[in-house]
């Protein structure tokens, strides 16, 4: 065998082993990661009512019980909850972070969910309420439970458009990586809070999220939250969500412009008009 | 016509409520009047068409963004005018939605939005118009058929009701406080954002009017209506397909978003159904007999223009200006009255 002869069998021998190695590597990894059922057109099937089952709306950070509206009682308190930030703290910029604590102490009358205002990405992930995936061809709607909120994720369009106009849900556009669909949002009006603590971002706001089956009940969402003009670093939240099970689960009207026109409006009233 | 108005109309961001009472009688005109039976009006119709587009799935395809602007200026009942008719010439028409469009632009104003406001007017959708006399196409003659006794009675009393200074925002409408548009899944046009957007998954259709954002989600299941405890504004919808026509079941309303004055009691059964690659028809029968004597069934024919047309965030509650102003200037003008009052004593 001449020189070049042997270097070419071991680089190829070497490179067998290798490729032998890196597949006995992946088996190893694909055997043990769920593998989703397909929907039509091959793609992880994403369809049903999901809801996270969580404290992130009250706090994405770790927070303890607190008390709510005296008049509320326990039914108004606030429970405990461990964060869902990785590294555990959102890297506020500093004077971003003396407006969160503004907003905190402004939350009862500030907070857009009080006001039954659109609630934003990815807040509308993880509120107190079901939302429904419906996975179409060209498009993958999700509709809300809360205050009729729904975005359309476009899965027809190559790159990301620029968002016609700055919006409350933003543009979302979907792509599959592997067997997670990732939604790249933005297009943001800034309007929006994170939770009810006053966690907020702004209209530079760019949410990547990640949504991986990793059963038949369960997914795991992660967004990448990025606002250079909020954050000194893009940070990142993760959390299961749950499959509604009940056999008539079906996303229900939570109109709930009524529940908030008393705080909107209530100084209007004819003073004569009894509440 | 002697009905009222059946619905407020007010755009939610910036506009005078002011001009409410225009508007309104602008909405009763297109939705109070009527026609008569089958208007296919230059539509390929025909049942179980089997060319029409799939699913991967295997059901009709009835995805995409769709406007009803075709419909702009066609009132729900027949106006006396064309009685006996049940379609207008081509001419016709046109002059019928222009006049609509022009709306209230006169030589010594604007009364409500002008013609940069209209979707009709912009030219960025299907400039197609339709020929039908009116929304109903059953009962023939087109108009809503008789009412019962108590019926006419609520009417008259909520008659009695309109174009009252506001003393609550519950005075403003439910579309005007931006919480429902109507509880048919698509209702009838008005000058702009008549946006339907259709998203299908295996088992259920989504479907959104544009306006205020709100979305229908049918099971395809038809399954059993929920008991009689659970009711909605907008419903509750229970779907299957019948060939290729989608037929959507409405029950438990609430009663709190009246049509034409029929509420808690009402079941609407709709239909959607290709009549081409980019045209839709959507057929609603209403059934009250607690407010009318028979069912009676309103058409409209949406198109689609893919290239063009998306649906926006019409995010009208919290921008809902209109509302706070109208209540403020209900307040002003009676403490002018009440400090006139006191100045006269």
Known sequence: MSNHAKRTFFASAASAIGIFLIAGATGAAQSSRYVPPRAADGKPDLNGIWQAMNTANWDLEDHPALAGLP??????????????????????????LAKKKENLQRRLTADPEVKCYLPGVPRATYLPYPFQIIQGTKQIMIVYGYAEANRTVHMDKPKPEPAPIDSWMGRSHGRWEG????????????????????????????????????????????????????????????????????????????????????????????????? | MSRPPFKAVLRCRNQPLAALGVLALLVGLTLGSTSATEQTQGSVSGAGDSKVARTPWGDPDLQGYWTTNEMHGVPLERPAALAGKTTLTQDEALKRREATTQGTVTAEGIGNYDRAFRDTALGYTKQRVSTQASLIVDPPDGRL???????????????????????????LGMWGRCITR???????????????????????????????????????????????????HDGIARGRWEGDTLVVELTNFDGK??????????????RFRRLGADELEYRYTVEDETVWTRPWTARMTMSRDA??????EYACHEANYSLTNNLSAARAEEKAEEDAKKGRK
């Not at chain 1, 009682?73 to 959102?90: D, N, R």
């Open chain 1, 71 to 96: 008049q509320t009682g326990a039914i108004g308190a606030i429970p405990p909850g461990q964060g869902v930030v990785e590294g555990g703290e959102i890297p506020y910029r500093p004077e971003a």
């Open chain 2, 257 to 270: 978003v009246p049509l034409a004055g029929a509420g808690k009691n009402l079941r609407i059964v709709e």
């Open chain 2, 182 to 232: 109507g509880v048919e899944t698509v209702v009838a046009p008005s000058g702009y954002n008549n946006g339907v957007q259709i998203v299908q998954g295996p088992g259920y259709v989504a479907i959104q009017k544009e306006m205020i954002h709100e979305t229908r989600i049918v099971p395809l299941d038809n399954g059993p209506a929920p008991g009689p405890k659970l009711t909605a």
């Open chain 2, 145 to 171: 058929p008789a009412m019962t006794p108590e019926a006419e009675k609520r009417a008259a009393a909520a008659r009695g009701r309109q174009g009252r200074r506001p003393a609550t925002w519950e005075d």
């Open chain 1, 179 to 275: 067997d997670t669909l990732v939604v790249d949002a933005a297009g943001f009006n800034g309007e929006a809070w994170l939770d009810r603590s006053g966690n907020y971002a702004s209209d530079s706001l760019h949410v990547v999220e990640r949504y991986t089956r990793v059963g038949p009940e369960h997914m795991t969402y992660e967004a990448t939250i990025e606002d250079p003009k909020v954050f000194t670093r893009p940070w990142k939240i993760s959390m299961p969500l749950y499959r509604r099970l009940e056999k008539n689960a079906r996303i229900l009207e939570f109109r709930c412009v009524e529940f908030a026109e008393e705080l909107l409006y209530g100084h209007l009233r004819r003073p004569s008009i009894q509440k």
């Open chain 2, 307 to 312: 290239a063009q047309y998306e649906l926006v």
